[in-house]
Structure formats: structure tokens, C-alpha cells
């Protein structure tokens, strides 16, 4: 095919610059606030130079935000116990849809799909009060109980188009053979089907971990079940908020899941455009 | 033996079995709170108790002109931030398609809006709309353009246009993630042989490209439509709706009525209505996939 001359390279590139700028401009400011004294911060108009670029900021943040490490811990944990307890109700489900017919099976994956439309948001009041009942608001429950539930659907329909891809004949062949189907499942399904699990196990991590500021909000009030959006938000309210702190311990609280994205971002995208695109 | 591996796959009490947890799960946080909520939004509950009131609360809803006001606002809202998203990742997927260097660096530099929990990227929007600190005011200031600090999110025209920029920021990335994925379905040799006759990239773009992908944009489309309806966090660490209920769109409204001023009845019934108009956006979404696929089946 034709390549593209000069001109074209740069028009595309410009192009790519601009589109790009929209997109990390925010990541890229915030970096560079994090870098700079407070005192240049605070100056009107916006100064673009420092000559004093230090990383006080990620040393000072812990005293200003006092429950900071306890915040990421929280996050850490919240995102690992939903996407565990997610995979558990998901993996039985999901092999089923993958290999079983049986009525109202594609009823119920389309309904799987409804619910997703539907934010939490809608859910809240009756949620409140259900969780006000067993006692669970302003604990860790109260964030994971209702995480799960809207990270259940797209995970069944993730992972049921990894088992779809395992060959049935595999595992025909073994219960022709008298594997029972535990031993199928150990020998055969499980070790085939670990790379769809780490990339449905990851969506729900990154899933889980996004979602931690409308559950968090609403149902936690302690300061010890934060996690970093809304323990963070607190402090955003403040008279003179520490701008270049702030930013530093935004940037500490994200830094985890853009690792974990960056080095696996191949197999999530491939996962969940599969879906949408290859239809 | 075939008998034998006809019971293997068609036990269906054990496909049951097998989802019932799953299922379970979700009567008990969803499908229970909405019908719960439906009911609720006939009562007048609040922490102090709660009493039948019929469609009290519908009726102080539908006539307030502010409610009004509330749907229109959240509809204009959508229109401009969903149709800024598609055409940015239109724009952004045919950039990033194009075969040059470091396109590979790119498309994943595109995504870190996506994954980083919203909260987040919204303290940074925060910082970035400061009227007197903010980098945007100050390059507004140096060029002129503004004559003095200005808070973005201070006014209501501005702090409107301010949360859909930001909401486009946080939805864009998707959109051109899919759309990419999309474009490099597209079968290879459509292009050859339009190569081949002559056809000008421009062509190519608009008479392959667009028609093989316009399954996929029309279900980001609808995706988007829902997503951006559901926008919550976005809008709340802005402006918590703001000022003087500029951004206060049928999401905001609701959370406000029900866990602002604990008024879960007045609150359900807004979640009623946000619960219909999602039906809606769900049903097209629906039956637009279901023809979809059958169509596909049927090639």
C-alpha cells in the first residue's frame, strides 16, 4: 500500500500531539505540580517555569495526609477481596453458559447485559438500607458487597468467551476415557483456561479499583475503610488545599494500576474488544 | 457413547447449579433494590419511618419546574459529551490507525484516562480549572484571552461546559480503544483491491472503512449514551452539581434528594425515572446487538 509522504507525516503526527495532549495533559500537569514548591504554585498567572523541582512533596504528604499509607493499603485490599470474590461467583457461571444448553439461556446473558446499564447510583437508597439492616454500613463489606455485583456480569461474559474457545473435544474425549468431572475440570479446563482467568481477574481488579468513590462515600464514613478517591476528596474540601501533595499522593494511589495496565494492557484490550468487534 | 456424551452436555440442573450463585448474588443486590425502589418511591421514607403516600411524590416531581429543567439539562449534557467522545475517537482511532513509528507507544498512552479510578483523574481536573492557579486560566491570562483569574467551575455556562470536557476526557479513550480494534477487523484486501482502482485514501476512509465499522459505532454509540447518563463521579467532585444547580443532572439530583437530605422517597422516585429512561437506552441497545448477531449468522 501507499506510503504517506512528508506532508501527510506531519499533519498526522500534529494530529496525534493534540488528540495526545488532551489526553495526558492532566497525568502530565499533576506530575509536574507534585514536583514544584507550593509557593510557585500559588502564584497568578500560572508560572510554566520552577527552577526548584524536588520531590518534597511525596516525603511531606504522609504528615499531611496522615492515614495516606493506610488508604492505599485500603485500595489494595478492596480491589483484591472484589475481584477474588468476583472470579468465585463467575468462573461456575461463566463455564456453564460456555458449555451447557438450557432454556432461557440467552435470556438470561442478555439480562446480564441490562444490569450493567444500570449505575449504582439507581441503587442506592434500597442498598443503604440493606446494608443498614445486617449492620455492614462504614466496614469493608460495604464497599465489596455491592463492587461485586456490578463487575459480575461483564466478567461472565468475558469469561465465557475464554472457555468457548477451549475445544469440547477435549473434554468429550476425556469422559468418554471415565474422567470424572472434577478431574476434567482440574487437568484440562483449569490449566487452559488460566490466561482467560488472569485477564478477567485483572479487569476486575482495575474495574474494582476504579470504582472506589461512589460505594465509598456513601456507605463508609471511616477514615480506616477509605480508600485513596475518597480519603483523598476529604482533604480536597480544605480552605488551602496542599495542591502539589495532593497531586503526589494521587499520583502514588494510581501508580499501581497503571503498572499493572501497562504490562498487561495487550491481553485486556484483546479481551474486551474481542467481544464488541469480532461479532 | 454417544449417549454417554449427550448426558455430558446436556445436564441442565447442573448448568443451574452452576449459575445459581452468580444469580443469587445479583436478585440480592440488584434486581431486590430496584424493585425496592420502585416501592419505595411510593412512600414518603425517609430515617424517621415511612408511610404509603401513592404518587405524592411523582406528582411534587413532575410539576416542580425545576425537575423539568433537571431532564432537559441531563439530555443537553448527553448530547454534547457523547457526540464530542464519538467524533474525538473517531478522530483519534484513524490518527493512531495510521501506519507511522511509535503508533505502538501511542495506543497505549491513550489509555490511562480509562483505567485510572475517576476520583482521581478529577483531582487533577480540579487543579487544571483553578481560576487564579490553574495551568488553562494561566495560559488564558498570558495570551490574553482572559483579562484575570477566572474559575472555570465557578459559573454556570462555564462549569457546564467545564464537566462535559472532563467527562470527554475520562469516555474518549474507550471509544477510540474500540474503534481501533474495529478499524483493524476491517478485512485487508478491501483495500488492496481499492488501491487498485485508484481509490484515494480519502475514499477508502469513507466508502471501507466507515460502513465495516458502523456496527461498532453505533454500539458505542448506545454505550456511551448509557455510560454518560450514569456519569456521577465526574460531575460530583467538580461541582457537586453546581453552581446554583447548573450541573445537577438526573444522577446528582437523585443522590442529592435521597443521601443529601435523607429523603429516600422523593429520592426513589427520581431513581424510577433515571430506571425507565435506562430501560429505554438498554432496550434499543438490546434488540440493535440481537440484529446484529443475527445478521452476522446469517452471512
Redesign the interface.
Known amino acids: 500500500?501507499?506510503k504517506?509522504n512528508t506532508l501527510e507525516?506531519i499533519l498526522?503526527?500534529s494530529?496525534?500531539l493534540i488528540?495526545?495532549t488532551?489526553?495526558?495533559?492532566?497525568?502530565v500537569?499533576?506530575f509536574y505540580?507534585s514536583l514544584r514548591p507550593l509557593d510557585h504554585?500559588?502564584?497568578?498567572?500560572?508560572?510554566?517555569y520552577s527552577d526548584d523541582l524536588s520531590f518534597w512533596a511525596y516525603r511531606e504528604m504522609w504528615k499531611t495526609v496522615p492515614m495516606l499509607g493506610r488508604y492505599i493499603f485500603n485500595s489494595f485490599f478492596l480491589a483484591s477481596s472484589v475481584a477474588i470474590i468476583t472470579l468465585?461467583?463467575?468462573i461456575?457461571?461463566a463455564?456453564?453458559?460456555a458449555?451447557?444448553?438450557?432454556?432461557a439461556k440467552n435470556t438470561?446473558l442478555?439480562v446480564?447485559?441490562?444490569?450493567n446499564?444500570?449505575?449504582g447510583?439507581?441503587?442506592?437508597?434500597?442498598?443503604?438500607?440493606?446494608l443498614r439492616t445486617f449492620g455492614l454500613l462504614n466496614s469493608y463489606q460495604a464497599m465489596i458487597?455491592?463492587g461485586?455485583?456490578?463487575l459480575?456480569?461483564t466478567s461472565?461474559w468475558l469469561l465465557k468467551s475464554y472457555f468457548e474457545k477451549i475445544p469440547?473435544d477435549l473434554?468429550?474425549a476425556a469422559?468418554?476415557d471415565g474422567a470424572s468431572r472434577v478431574q476434567i475440570l482440574r487437568h484440562i479446563i483449569a490449566p487452559l483456561s488460566t490466561p482467560g482467568l488472569v485477564v478477567v481477574g485483572i479487569y476486575a481488579f482495575?474495574g474494582a479499583?476504579?470504582?472506589?468513590?461512589?460505594f465509598a462515600i456513601?456507605f463508609n464514613q471511616k477514615k480506616e475503610y477509605m480508600p485513596?478517591?475518597?480519603g483523598?476528596?476529604e482533604f480536597?474540601g480544605y480552605q488551602s488545599v496542599k495542591?502539589n501533595e495532593?497531586?503526589a499522593a494521587?499520583l502514588v494511589?494510581?501508580a499501581p494500576?497503571?503498572l499493572v495496565?501497562?504490562f498487561l494492557?495487550k491481553y485486556i484490550?484483546e479481551g474486551l474488544?474481542a467481544g464488541?468487534?469480532?461479532? | 457413547m454417544k449417549q454417554k456424551l449427550k448426558s455430558y452436555n446436556s445436564q441442565t440442573y447442573l448448568a443451574y447449579a452452576l449459575i445459581a450463585p452468580a444469580a443469587l448474588y445479583i436478585v440480592l443486590i440488584v434486581a431486590w433494590p430496584l424493585l425496592e425502589t420502585i416501592r419505595l418511591s411510593f412512600t414518603n421514607s425517609s430515617l424517621a419511618g415511612e408511610d404509603y403516600v401513592g404518587f405524592e411524590n411523582y406528582q411534587k416531581m413532575l410539576s416542580s419546574k425545576k425537575f423539568n429543567g433537571i431532564v432537559t439539562r441531563t439530555f443537553v449534557w448527553m448530547f454534547f459529551s457523547v457526540s464530542l467522545k464519538l467524533i474525538i475517537g473517531l478522530i483519534g482511532a484513524v490518527l493512531l490507525n495510521a501506519n507511522l513509528k511509535g503508533r505502538s507507544i501511542f495506543r497505549v498512552l491513550v489509555m490511562p484516562p480509562w483505567v485510572v479510578p475517576i476520583a482521581i483523574g478529577m483531582l487533577g481536573w480540579l487543579w487544571l480549572y483553578n481560576g487564579y492557579f490553574g495551568i488553562i486560566a494561566g495560559v488564558g491570562m498570558r495570551t490574553g484571552i482572559l483579562d484575570g483569574p477566572f474559575g472555570f467551575l465557578a459559573y454556570k455556562q462555564s462549569a457546564f461546559i467545564s464537566t462535559i470536557i472532563a467527562d470527554v476526557w475520562v469516555g474518549t479513550p474507550m471509544v477510540t480503544v474500540f474503534f481501533l480494534a474495529a478499524m483493524q477487523g476491517v478485512p485487508r484486501d478491501l483495500y488492496e483491491a481499492a488501491y487498485c482502482d485508484g481509490a484515494s485514501r480519502w475514499d477508502r476512509f469513507f466508502k471501507i472503512t466507515l460502513p465495516q465499522i458502523t456496527p461498532v459505532i453505533i454500539t458505542m454509540s448506545l454505550l456511551s449514551a448509557i455510560w454518560t447518563f450514569n456519569s456521577f463521579e465526574i460531575i460530583w467532585i467538580l461541582t457537586e452539581g453546581g453552581p446554583r444547580g447548573a450541573t445537577t443532572t438526573l444522577i446528582i439530583d437523585t443522590y442529592k434528594q435521597a443521601l443529601g437530605n435523607y429523603k429516600f422517597g422523593r429520592g426513589a422516585a427520581r431513581a424510577v425515572v433515571v430506571m425507565i429512561l435506562l430501560t429505554l437506552f438498554a432496550g434499543f441497545y438490546l434488540a440493535l446487538l440481537a440484529r446484529i448477531n443475527k445478521k452476522i449468522s446469517h452471512e
Do not use: C, D, H
Open positions: 500500500m501507499n504517506y507525516k498526522i503526527y494530529g496525534i488528540f495526545m488532551f489526553i495526558l495533559l492532566p497525568f500537569e499533576m505540580a504554585l500559588f502564584r497568578s498567572p500560572y508560572q510554566f468465585i461467583f463467575v461456575p457461571a463455564y456453564s453458559y458449555r451447557f444448553k438450557f432454556p438470561s442478555y446480564l447485559l441490562a444490569i446499564m444500570f449505575s447510583a439507581v441503587l442506592l437508597i434500597p442498598l443503604y438500607k440493606v458487597v455491592p461485586v455485583a456490578f459480575i456480569p461472565i469440547i473434554e468429550e469422559f468418554v482495575i479499583y476504579a470504582q472506589q468513590f461512589l456513601t485513596i478517591p475518597s483523598l476528596y480536597i495542591w495532593m497531586m494521587s494511589g494510581i494500576v497503571l495496565f501497562i494492557q484490550v474488544t464488541a468487534v469480532k461479532n
